[in-house]
């Protein structure tokens, strides 16, 4: 039990590194499409329970409430209440230790929130735990040592290579629908997503 303590305090630890982020470019027009291709795609359906993980200030929720989808988000911090005031069902919790039933969601958006992960695999089995089983599962990460050197922001711990990810993705259970390179071109120069489409399989 003491090893458990002194991960949880090494987590609450952490906390001082999450802070508000309101949408901006080109987040903004990459929710709005994929959530669109989705959509058309069948993947996601009016009346479907989906959990958007790491929800922000509700940029996807608004797109997915629009469908018709019974949308709810987690965060932590400031971007709560703002979600809130925007008439979203919202829960203050943690991805790694979710309080939902087992099972509950027919599908997760996950959209640059697992790289805030100290345990990604961990993370990983708990996204399979929550989602049904035939559920769908939209992952999306950023690439490290591009010219947005998204291993340096302060929480972001886990900035891995596309095959570190394959591999833990494989090891937690989910099966892939397929994968996909988003490459950018910001200010800053180059940049990389990585986009993977997974299942909890049946």
């Not at 809130?84 to 230790?97: C, L």
């Not at 929130?113 to 961990?122: G, M, R, T, W």
């Not at 993370?123 to 340096?152: I, W």
């Amino acid at each position: 039990m003491r090893d458990y303590q002194r991960f949880d305090s090494f987590l609450n630890g952490l906390s001082g590194d999450v802070y508000p982020e309101e949408p901006i470019e080109p987040h903004i027009s990459i929710t709005h499409d994929m959530i669109t291709s989705l959509h058309q795609d069948g993947k996601i359906r009016a009346g479907m329970r989906v959990l958007d993980i790491g929800c922000g200030q509700g940029l996807a929720l608004e797109h997915l409430r629009a469908l018709g989808l019974d949308a709810v988000g987690i965060t932590l911090g400031q971007d709560a209440e703002t979600c809130r005031a925007k008439g979203f069902t919202i829960h203050e919790m943690d991805q790694n230790f979710m309080t939902f039933a087992d099972h509950e969601f027919d599908v997760l958006w996950c959209r640059h929130v697992l790289e805030h992960s100290v345990a990604p695999l961990f993370t990983l089995s708990e996204y399979r735990r929550v989602l049904k089983p035939g559920g769908f599962l939209y992952l999306e990460l950023p690439a490290p040592d591009t010219s947005a050197k998204h291993q340096l922001n302060p929480n972001h711990y886990s900035v891995l290579p596309v095959s570190a990810w394959d591999h833990l993705i494989r090891r937690a259970g989910f099966t892939s629908e397929g994968t996909a390179t988003l490459n950018l071109n910001l200010l800053s120069g180059p940049d990389t997503y990585w986009i993977f489409h997974l299942r909890n399989p049946a």
